[in-house]
C-alpha cells in the first residue's frame, strides 16, 4: 500500500487547541504547499461541536479546510470529492460503527484509492485504529473489543495507550489470546508514521508521549518503546 498514513493515540487539534504540533506535521507532507484537508467525524455521529473544533484550528494553519458528512453528504460524486482532497483526517469516536457506516457507503475503496493516488491518510483514536488490520475498541460500553479494520496497515493498533487504565492491559491479553496480532500502542500525543505500508517514524507534541511495538516471545508480553521526534508546539 503506497503512500503516508498518520496514526495518532489521541490529541490533535480536538484535545490540543493551543498545540497544533502533530496537525501541523500531517500538513507537511500533503503533496501541496496549501492542501485541501477534509475532516471525518462519521466515528462522532458527526457531532457539531467537534466539527465546529476542526474548523476553529484548521483556520489558522495553512490549508483549505472542508469536511464529508455522509448524513448529509457534500457532492452526488463522492469519490470525486474525496479523490480532490490532499488530506484526509478522521476523528475519534466509535470505530465499529464508523466502519461500518464507510462500508455501506462503498467508501473503503475510495480510500484505498486516494492513498495509492497520494493522498495522505491520517487521524486521531478511531481515526487511527481504521487503518490496521485489526484494532482495540471500546464500542462496547465497559468492554475492551477487537475490531476489524481497513487492512491499509499490517498488523494491530491501540490508542489511548498508556492514558485509559483499561487499553494496555485489555491490548495485551486480547494479543495473548490470540483475537488480536501483535502491534502498536501509542500514547495520546504520540502519532505513527507510515509510509508505503512501512513505519517510518514516531512524532510527538508532548514530552512524556510514546509510541510502543507490543507482542507475544515465548508467550509473554513484550513492549518496545519506538524511537520518537518531540515536535515544536
Known amino acids: 500500500m503506497t503512500g503516508h498514513i498518520v496514526a495518532m493515540g489521541g490529541g490533535g487539534f480536538s484535545k490540543e487547541p493551543d498545540n497544533l504540533a502533530l496537525d501541523r506535521y500531517v500538513l507537511s507532507l500533503a503533496r501541496r504547499e496549501r492542501p485541501a484537508v477534509c ?23 495553512p490549508c483549505t479546510p472542508t469536511h464529508l458528512s455522509l448524513f448529509r453528504l457534500p457532492d ?25 457506516v464507510w462500508r455501506e457507503w462503498g467508501l473503503v475503496e475510495i480510500l484505498r484509492r486516494a492513498l495509492e493516488a497520494g493522498v495522505v491518510l ?12 485489526q484494532a482495540v475498541t ?44 501483535p502491534g502498536y500502542g501509542t500514547d495520546d500525543g504520540a ?14 507534541s508532548r514530552p512524556e508521549a510514546q509510541g ?15 524511537p520518537r521526534t518531540l515536535l515544536e508546539s
Open 191 to 204: 502519532a505513527l508514521h507510515f509510509a508505503d505500508g512501512d513505519l517510518v517514524g514516531v512524532v510527538c
Open 76 to 100: 452526488a460524486d463522492l469519490s470525486a470529492f474525496v479523490l480532490a482532497q490532499d488530506v484526509l483526517y478522521v476523528g475519534g469516536g466509535n470505530t465499529r460503527s464508523m466502519l461500518a
Open 39 to 61: 475532516f471525518l467525524p462519521t466515528a462522532s455521529g458527526d457531532a457539531s461541536d467537534y466539527i465546529v473544533k476542526y474548523y476553529a484550528s484548521f483556520t489558522t494553519l
Open 122 to 133: 491520517a487521524g486521531t483514536s478511531a481515526g487511527a485504529n481504521c487503518w490496521f488490520a
Open 212 to 226: 510502543h511495538r507490543v507482542e507475544v516471545i515465548d508467550g509473554d508480553i513484550v513492549e518496545h518503546c519506538l
Open 138 to 181: 471500546n464500542a462496547v460500553p465497559g468492554q475492551m473489543t477487537a475490531a476489524k479494520g481497513l487492512g491499509f496497515l499490517e498488523g494491530s493498533h491501540c490508542p489511548h495507550y498508556s492514558n485509559q487504565p483499561a487499553r494496555r492491559p485489555g491490548y495485551h491479553r486480547l494479543i495473548q489470546a490470540g483475537e488480536i496480532g
